[in-house]
């Protein structure tokens, strides 16, 4: 009998049938008749999730003749072995649709191993910049390697993150993760592991998809796809596989959800009523500080006129308890789940170019638009004059006479609702392609080799909201009333707001990735045992990141302070080189051995400008290079139970922006925070406020980065004593050395004098004339990283008189997440079960059960989604409510203007949610599927914890915001 050589690539688990009888064995729902040896190897493999795809056979005999080689995801030998020494989770089309997600980002989020990842929440004031990642272990998404049909792409930033909205869910076939540190063999960024999604790469119908979803209010989505090909690999000697598809979400409103309407929040706690106001001091109509005196003896006087003459602050605002001032409500102008909208074309195929070797090729093209829409704009303190229309009109009347004749300045802080939300669209545009040949060559050697060339080009474009810093002048001469109520603007002024908008491309970030590697692996010699093989490979790559302002903001108009942020085009390249040996110690012992040497090359600046504004290439660090390893054993203790294990080293340079970015603006922070500059001989005392107040931000690299370290284990085991039951489970370990981070906002503040450089004096972008204290956010070598925990999974299948119950449970359990603070040695603090330090939370337990019920024509699938509950961030909040505060009583009981408070910290209650979907088949080459999300409408549990800046009141990175959501869709195949 002729040999079949099945070939499973951990990358594109691509199949090359010699055997074309073969194939119809591999048709997804046939029955097999394996021997027990073959059949147990087979239901563990799938169990496992180590295999990347199966071959059966019809009987023992033939099974063992014709499954010849596979290659499983986490290692590069080619073998006859279908189970492996590392964990592999394989999330199936099937799978993909009964989560009932529609977008890559959602997918990942239904991962209990996956936390700590950007969400399209970020983008609603934080640091997402229109983007979403992955991230295992909750480490962070620079530690996990996303891989496109096994190859890289280009990153979304200048590291190894992958934005996920470039991929697109329709032409996803299904997804792989290893949740394993594969640092050895696949480079430095996968410390945590590898998730590898895997394209549709051969159909045979074409397939009209259209899905539509409908929250109770808000967010609804569309959802539209295109599948065809043509041509057999095995028969016609070729494929081609083309996919089309549509994405939109329509925003979500703050003021849709009752959870997320409002900032200024009122609960009980320990049966005492507190309320907290997550304000600005940027208010509408606006607030007042007034400047007296002058060097030494100035002095501060705050306070809203609207409230002094109408004993009360205007809607949407709240009296500041400590002070005169009104408070913003700017949470309730948000849009708290951004709208965007995805285009996407795929074109896969490949064709024999031998009887061992095929060619194949992907092009991937994706157009990914989001519009997030935040609070208005914040003019922090706009300088009027003591000779302001608007000081005779609104503040005069408020000062003494003597504090009149002492004025030597007027500032306003001011929220520009009239002028509209501050609108961006980030635009990006993603092509990714692959060329390459896989195959066998002297007889033995089974190699892949590919060039990938991969680009992603972002823009943000400001539409609305923005301003022209020259508006200061129409503010002082009356032009724009910034004491008038919304409602009372004039024409006059609405048009002079109109006048000064800054709208138009804002810059560019371009990054581009080229590489080549090749892999192959062979049997060396035979052992009683078995043969032992090698695997070997090398890889080669030129990673660049540029970010280039548009000619408009070039000319500095916006601002008018002088500049300050420049262009910078970041390049270095990497090789790699490893190779791995899998050695049959016993017969049912495999000991697997990889050693890796990586070469990080050192940034190079080509738009590094020089303190005398020369412009000229410059490297800026040095190259950085180390050797890791990964040893994993896999014993197989009886035809039941597998027991795995594997130990590992990693290493990590930091990205080409950690290291090289030149000082930019950076927004403001999150919160108002106290002046940290508190010693008064202090020259940059000078440029403190008077009251809490949001500083700018100035963000830059830091070129003395060390590299990270890390180290892995994990021991697990697999029990499958039938093909109706599984049970599975790994423990792991990853500690990081030198871990590099930015310092968090409140921990900065906190511990300003440790961190004296993260403070200067910079022109106010409201006033050149003056300077204010800014912070300057720069990452360091925070220290150390511990991370461990267990991975879980059961597998249950029940064949009933009426249909077959499948059902799957599976979690992820942290046992300890915790890291030294930075500029410190030894002072831990931990985010387990917590808000922590670093304004992340990791769960101690998330868990996702599944079970679908088929039966005839028909499938029902009922899903729950658990996250165990925590302890919120420390929180100040004050005693009473907003309208009736609890005052401090003097001595004689008489209250006091100040306002009593206390530490506050809640516990937040653990959160499932539940989804059902319906599914039809009996319309000949249809499918119907209707479902709900959410069912019971639960909503997110309140949190005090303030990470994102504009979301309050609750976690919108954890939770689901759209609540109770029906969607119907159709796929029509011809």
Excluded at 294 to 305: L, Q, R, S
Excluded at 468 to 477: G, L, M, Q, S, V
Excluded at 525 to 554: C, H, M, Q, T
Aim: proline share 4%; with cysteine.
């Amino acid at each position: 009998m002729a040999k079949s050589v099945v070939t499973c690539y951990p990358y594109k688990s691509k199949k090359i049938h010699k055997n074309k009888a073969l194939k119809k064995y591999l048709k997804p729902g046939r029955k097999q008749m394996l021997n027990s040896k073959i059949t147990k190897a087979v239901r563990l493999a799938l169990m496992y999730g180590a295999a990347s795809a199966t071959a059966f056979a019809v009987n023992a005999e033939e099974a063992e003749e014709n499954i010849e080689k596979i290659e499983v995801t986490g290692s590069s030998i080619k073998g006859t072995d279908l189970a492996g020494a590392l964990p592999v989770d394989i999330i199936s089309a099937e799978d993909i649709k009964n989560t009932g997600v529609t977008s890559v980002p959602d997918l990942i989020t239904q991962i209990p191993s996956m936390q700590g990842f950007t969400t399209p929440t970020s983008s609603v004031g934080g640091g997402g910049g229109g983007t979403a990642t992955a991230s295992l272990r909750g480490l962070g998404d620079q530690y996990t390697l996303v891989l496109l049909n096994g190859r890289r792409l280009a990153p979304s930033g200048s590291g190894g993150s992958i934005d996920l909205n470039s991929i697109p869910l329709a032409a996803v076939q299904r997804v792989e993760v290893l949740t394993d540190g594969a640092s050895a063999l696949y480079g430095s960024d996968a410390i945590a592991g590898v998730i590898n999604f895997i394209l549709k790469d051969s159909v045979d119908m074409s397939t009209v998809s259209v899905r539509t979803d409908r929250p109770s209010d808000g967010g609804e989505s569309l959802n539209i796809s295109f599948t065809t090909g043509f041509g057999d690999i095995s028969s016609d000697g070729y494929n081609v596989m083309f996919s089309v598809s549509h994405d939109s979400q329509d925003a979500l409103k703050s003021q849709d959800r009752e959870f997320a309407k409002t900032g200024l929040l009122e609960f009980e706690h320990n049966y005492q009523p507190y309320f907290s106001i997550n304000g600005s001091p940027n208010a509408i109509p606006a607030n007042v500080e007034v400047e007296m005196g002058e060097g030494d003896d100035v002095e501060y006087k705050n306070f809203n006129p609207y409230l002094l003459k109408h004993k009360g602050c205007a809607d949407n605002n709240a009296k500041d308890p400590g002070s005169q001032n009104c408070m913003f409500d700017y949470t309730s102008t948000l849009e708290i789940v951004p709208e965007s909208e995805r285009t996407s074309a795929m074109l896969q195929a490949g064709f024999t170019v031998t009887e061992d070797i095929e060619a194949f090729a992907t092009l991937a093209y994706t157009d990914f638009s989001m519009t997030p829409r935040i609070a208005p704009n914040p003019t922090g303190g706009i300088a009027l004059g003591k000779d302001s229309v608007l000081y005779d009109k609104y503040v005069r009347e408020h000062l003494t006479q003597d504090e009149q004749d002492a004025v030597t300045e007027v500032y306003a802080t001011w929220r520009a609702l009239p002028g509209g939300n501050r609108t961006n669209v980030w635009d990006t545009e993603t092509i990714n392609s692959i060329v390459g040949l896989e195959g066998v060559v002297f007889d033995n050697i089974d190699f892949n080799t590919a060039l990938v060339y991969s680009t992603s080009e972002r823009t943000e474009t400001f539409t609305d909201g923005h301003f022209f810093k020259t508006w200061r002048n129409d503010i002082a001469a009356g032009k724009i009333d910034v004491f008038a109520l919304p409602s009372e603007f004039t024409q006059e002024s609405l048009d002079a707001l109109e006048a000064v908008k800054w709208r138009g491309l804002n810059d560019t970030t371009t990054t581009e990735s080229i590489s080549w590697d090749i892999r192959a692996s062979q049997p060396l010699f035979e052992l009683p045992a078995g043969e032992v093989y090698i695997g070997y490979g090398v890889d080669y790559r030129i990673n660049s990141y540029e970010n280039i302002r548009s000619e408009e903001n070039k000319k500095d108009t916006r601002w008018l302070d002088g500049g300050g942020d420049r262009d910078y085009k970041l390049e270095r390249e990497t090789y790699g080189a490893f190779t791995e040996f899998q050695v049959p110690v016993l017969e049912n012992l495999t000991l697997s051995a990889a050693i890796r040497y990586d070469m990080i090359g050192g940034v190079e600046d080509s738009l590094y400008e020089d303190e005398n504004g020369n412009v000229s290439t410059q490297k800026v660090n040095d190259n950085e290079n180390d050797t890791t390893y990964k040893v994993s054993v896999r014993y197989t203790v009886n035809d039941d139970l597998v027991i795995r294990g594997s130990v590992g080293t990693g290493f990590r340079a930091a990205t080409m922006r950690q290291i090289a970015e030149p000082r930019v603006r950076f927004g403001v922070t999150g919160a108002a925070y106290p002046c940290p500059i508190t010693d008064p001989s202090d020259p940059r005392s000078a440029g403190c406020r008077p009251t809490d107040i949001q500083y700018n931000i100035l963000r830059q690299g830091n070129v003395t980065l060390s590299p990270e370290t890390s180290d892995q284990l994990s021991v697990g085991f697999v029990y499958a004593p039938s093909n109706e039951f599984s049970f599975e489970m790994d423990f792991w370990q990853v500690y990081i050395n030198d871990m590099v981070q930015s310092p968090s906002q409140p921990y900065l503040f906190a511990n300003a004098s440790k961190f004296n450089d993260s403070f200067i004096l910079h022109p106010d972008p409201n006033n050149p004339n003056r300077d204010l204290i800014h912070m300057v956010s720069e990452p360091v070598n925070i220290g150390v990283s511990r991370n461990a925990g267990v991975d879980w999974k059961v597998n249950l299948l029940n064949e009933l008189s009426f249909g077959t119950l499948k059902t799957s449970v599976q979690g992820t359990y942290f046992q300890k997440s915790d890291y030294t603070l930075a500029g410190t040695d030894d002072v831990w603090r931990s985010s387990l079960g917590r808000y922590g330090a670093d304004e992340e939370i990791v769960f101690r337990n998330v868990i996702n059960a599944q079970s679908t019920l088929t039966h005839g024509d028909f499938s029902h699938t009922l899903r729950m989604n658990y996250r165990s509950g925590w302890r919120d961030a420390p929180v100040t909040a004050q005693r009473g409510t907003i309208e009736n505060p609890e005052y401090v009583l003097d001595s004689e009981g008489n209250p006091t203007t100040a306002v009593q408070s206390d530490l506050v910290q809640l516990k937040v209650p653990s959160h499932a949610t539940f989804s059902y979907k319906f599914d039809y088949l009996g319309f000949e080459n249809t499918v119907i599927s209707a479902g709900v999300k959410n069912i019971f409408d639960k909503a997110p549990p309140m949190s005090l914890g303030d990470a994102e800046g504009h979301l309050v009141g609750y976690e919108g990175r954890y939770y689901d915001q759209f609540l109770r959501t029906y969607y119907l869709s159709v796929d029509y195949s011809f």
